[in-house]
């Protein structure tokens, strides 16, 4: 077992308890012991929903192993069903809980309680958190929607012509990352396009409207990390057929329109005319030029990672230097992505490796999760979040979904501003002898007369600095003079970037010749 200060996913129970707390009347009785209640707080204090997850815990303790664990949970269900009175109920043990082995699902079974009970088994020790959202949402949809199946080798009846086509919304779930705003944008697309949602889910979803998922003509796959599965049976059992591609970026979302206009025998044509966007007007303006090359580092979810990157590259002119994923289960997609871009592709839950292979790679701009935020913040690279895990500032209050049109105009002005608000390197040129830009200058809103610059000091030698291939540098002090004409906020990079230069090259010594050596060699 390896120890870490960091995780991108927590254990499959809490993917269990991310559907529950996404749906209405449905509670879930978790086997557990004290101490796990802390999942709890996921919810409230960062996704900050009004009300606690639909959770009653057994939360046993010690002194209750040498007992009776089996009924401390039948007493827990029994009371969870009397006070809370929900319409279906999930069950199971976390990762602690699963070692007593008191097999929740039966003992639920047992207490013939009149609503649907469903077991999620959960292998805690093998799986984490999305497989466990996964697991559980097709254990409820095969539960709920099973009985109304129809007869094996039956066909779909042909919809009515006069009957507008509908569809469900599958994935989105409770911690998601802008979830539920890529709902709201959907919907309204699909409004638009003639087609009505007749279910999403879990978002949202009842038991009820679980039970009536077969209703629809087909799905719509928007996180397939968590409704891959489900839909997959829904194909088999009721012959619906799923969308592949995610709709996140410009053209994505314009094949996810042609994509669904054609399971829908619709025409499409009028909406994807009236399509609105800023990203491709500003990626044909002059001023799109200073993205054109800039190196990105990529990480997270793969539907999000792989979305990110295709958004990078296509539409925005960066440079993909690095793609990777921290589901395993999705590696294969990864791996695809990757040869698209020619990277190796990076498939690790440990942020150690994350963390490694950006400080090699260097980029200008790192998309990621709430970890590599603080991975670039350390290594002083702009960030900028795509996927879960998140953080609280993470879950705006302002609408700002990330699928769509409007998505792509939020995805655009999340990673265009950290490039753009570091000033162009024209205006570093330009301004870099400027007095206003050199450390010791006086704020200018403090008018005349509040002050003189600081007179410069001549620059001491600055001790070696030893980088990754062990070979040490020093800095001249002309050098180090000249570098601190640069702007403090593009410093670090330039003084990481003429060292590694000098170690390619085998200069012991960095002179201003070096620097601008340095400077010419990135600028290629």
């Known amino acids: 077992m390896q120890l870490t200060v960091w995780t991108y996913e927590g254990p499959p129970h809490v993917g269990a308890m991310r559907i529950a707390t996404a749906m209405q009347g449905v509670h879930y009785v978790l086997h557990a012991p004290q101490g796990d209640t802390y999942a709890d707080l996921l919810f409230t204090m960062i996704e900050r929903r009004d009300r606690r997850p639909p959770v009653t815990y057994t939360t046993f303790s010690a002194r209750d192993l040498g007992g009776d664990t089996a009924e401390l949970f039948k007493t827990a269900a029994r009371n969870a069903y009397h006070r809370f009175q929900p319409q279906a109920m999930i069950v199971g043990a976390s990762c602690t809980g699963s070692l007593i082995q008191d097999d929740p699902g039966g003992l639920a079974r047992a207490l013939d309680l009149p609503i649907p009970v469903v077991a999620v088994d959960l292998p805690a020790y093998q799986r984490k958190e999305n497989w466990g959202a996964a697991e559980t949402f097709y254990q409820l949809v095969r539960a709920l929607a099973g009985p109304s199946a129809p007869p094996t080798g039956a066909k779909r009846p042909a919809r009515p012509v006069a009957t507008r086509p509908r569809c469900n919304l599958l994935g989105p779930a409770a911690l998601g990352f802008r979830h539920r705003d890529d709902v709201t944008e959907i919907t309204g697309l699909l409004a638009r396009l003639g087609i009505d949602v007749n279910v999403t889910a879990p978002l949202g979803a009842t038991p009820a409207d679980l039970a009536r998922l077969g209703e629809a003509d087909f799905n719509v796959v928007l996180y397939p990390e968590i409704a891959g599965q489900a839909a997959s049976w829904l194909q088999r059992t009721f012959g619906q057929p799923s969308t592949k591609t995610i709709p996140i970026g410009v053209s994505a979302t314009r094949e996810f329109i042609e994509e669904v206009a054609k399971l829908a025998g619709i025409d499409a044509s009028s909406t994807l005319a009236a399509s609105s966007t800023r990203l491709p007007w500003y990626s044909r303006s002059v001023d799109s030029t200073y993205l054109t090359g800039k190196r990105v580092f990529i990480f997270g979810d793969a539907t999000h990672a792989v979305g990110a990157a295709r958004i990078a590259s296509d539409e925005l002119g960066f ?26 592709p990076l498939i690790t839950d440990d942020y150690l490796e994350v963390e490694a292979r950006v400080a ?18 350390r290594l002083g690279i702009p960030c900028a979040v795509i996927s879960a895990p998140v953080h609280v500032q993470d879950f705006p209050a302002r609408y700002a979904p990330q699928m769509g049109f409007e998505g792509a105009n939020v995805i655009f002005d999340t990673w265009v501003h950290p490039l753009m608000m570091g000033l162009e390197e024209h205006l570093l040129a330009m301004f870099k002898d400027d007095f206003e830009f050199k450390d010791g200058a006086v704020p200018s809103h403090l008018g005349i007369g509040q002050g003189a ?10 001790a070696a600095s030893t980088l990754v291939s062990d070979v040490s540098v020093a800095w001249a002090a002309d050098a180090e003079k000249e570098l601190r004409k640069i702007p403090f906020f593009v410093r670090g990079k330039a003084r990481r970037n003429t060292e590694r230069f000098a170690n390619e090259n085998g200069v012991a010594t960095i002179t201003i010749e070096t620097l601008y050596d340095a400077k010419a060699h990135y600028a290629r």
């Open 319 to 344: 440079e993909v230097v690095g793609l990777g994923t921290y589901a395993r289960e999705f590696g294969r997609e990864i791996r695809d992505a990757a040869k698209l871009y020619d990277v190796e």
């Open 360 to 377: 090699e790679l260097q980029p200008e701009l790192v998309l990621g999760t709430q970890m590599e935020r603080h991975i670039a913040k």
């Open 453 to 462: 610059p600081m007179e410069e000091t001549p620059a001491a030698p600055i």
